[in-house]
């Protein structure tokens, strides 16, 4: 089996090179996202649209949607936000909720923010709102589109839009990924989304830990675990005495690394122990090969996979499993939606793995509806 990597919200990490940033106060890639505080949200809810995060319970998908908004409530989804400008078009809308329904059971969440207005004058204060100003008031309180989650930024913001509509991914680790201009750059959104949605989460990090630590805490997103571990004690010992601070900060990295090597351990050992968690215990094998390639953890993987593989009953269902996590780097980030060369192959890809199993699951369904989809988009 392969040991490139998976899903987002439930699964493992694709490491592509990390694409250009649009100046404008962007944090760089690799780089802990900034706080969504003092973005105010046009809905209490959660979404206002189908958000969802991929969970595997008796063999099934689960939809589960973000508790709240913002961070921490994201961590464990990928994120793409949209900043707009006070002209953007229906275009960019439309691409969000393209891009949120395309990848709906991949745990996307997808944000629009827009400029917050002002605040209005007190009336006791000498001065009381125009008939322009509450157009503007009410303008504000309409979300751009009823699918996405809305949100509005004070220009002091990091989050605060920029001349021209942009897109920031964000990895489910509350991470970076980059951004680029929606319109001139699409391409370059794509591919950063498809990082952003091939990503394993891990545990959080409270803070960004400097740049002398970047490389680290990249490798740390990146799912390149045990190199961010290695990279991370090397920093400690050589910045002692010259940096102590971030000293400090790379020694709390390579302990967050123990903590989620700790977590992924436990999670192989509860899934291998469920009856209908094929694919659960498929990604955390496949997150575990990736990230600590040489580690107990590893062996202990390994030793999973095969005991599924031994077993009769679980055997094909493990297989499939293996397969769906093995091809899903290869899914492009607007499949089954839009038709293209790189969605057929995928598409020729599910279809020889529903085709292979012979037993019906909601796995295997769920192929079979995703390959549907697509055959319609090719036909529009």
Same mark, same amino acid.
């Given at each position: ?146 699918? #996405?989650?809305?949100?509005? $930024?004070?220009?002091? =913001?990091?989050?605060? /839009?920029? @001349? %021209?509509?942009? &897109?920031?991914? *964000? ?59 290695? #990279?991370?004690?090397?920093? $400690?010992?050589?910045? =002692?005495?010259?940096? /102590?601070? @971030? %000293?400090?900060? &790379?020694?709390? *990295? ?78 492009? &980030? ?47």
């Amino acid at each position: 089996m392969s040991k490139r990597l998976l899903p987002a919200a439930l699964f493992g990490t694709l490491c592509l090179p990390v694409l250009g940033v649009p100046q404008g106060g962007v944090p760089a890639p690799g780089s802990v996202a900034p706080s969504f505080e003092g973005v105010t949200w046009h809905a209490a809810d959660a979404a206002h649209g189908t958000v969802v995060q991929q969970a595997v319970s008796g063999g099934g998908l689960q939809i589960q949607k973000p508790q709240g908004n913002g961070y921490p409530a994201w961590y464990g989804f990928p994120v793409l936000v949209l900043t707009l400008p006070d002209n953007a078009g229906a275009d960019v809308i439309a691409f969000g909720e393209l891009a949120q329904r395309a990848n709906e059971d991949r745990g996307l969440v997808v944000v629009t923010i827009t400029k917050a207005a002002p605040p209005t004058p007190e009336p006791d204060s000498g001065g009381a709102p125009s008939d322009a100003q509450r157009g503007e008031d009410e303008a504000a309180d309409t979300p751009p589109s009823s699918q #996405l989650v809305a949100g509005r $930024a004070l220009e002091s =913001s990091p989050w605060c /839009p920029d @001349a %021209a509509p942009r &897109a920031i991914v *964000l990895g489910p680790t509350g991470e970076v990924i980059g951004a680029a201009y929606v319109r001139a750059d699409r391409d370059e959104v794509l591919e950063l989304l498809a990082v952003a949605l091939n990503r394993y989460p891990a545990a959080p990090l409270e803070e960004d830990l400097g740049e002398p630590v970047r490389e680290a805490q990249s490798k740390y997103f990146a799912g390149d675990w045990e190199a961010a571990r290695k #990279l991370a004690n090397k920093l $400690a010992k050589s910045l =002692s005495r010259s940096n /102590p601070e @971030a %000293a400090q900060a &790379a020694l709390r *990295l390579a302990a967050k690394v123990d903590e989620h090597e700790r977590a992924l351990r436990a999670g192989i050992i509860d899934a291998n122990r469920e009856m209908y968690s094929s694919v659960k215990l498929a990604a955390l094998v496949a997150a575990t090969r990736r990230g600590f390639p040489r580690s107990a953890a590893a062996s202990e993987a390994e030793a999973a996979a095969a005991l599924q593989l031994k077993d009769m009953g679980r055997e094909t269902a493990y297989r499939v499993a293996e397969e769906w996590v093995e091809i899903l780097p290869s899914r492009p &980030a607007l499949f089954p939606d839009v038709a293209d060369a790189r969605g057929k192959k995928y598409a020729k890809a599910l279809e020889a793995l529903t085709k292979r199993a012979n037993l019906s699951s909601d796995l295997t369904r769920h192929a079979q509806s995703l390959v549907l989809r697509y055959e319609l988009a090719a036909r529009r």
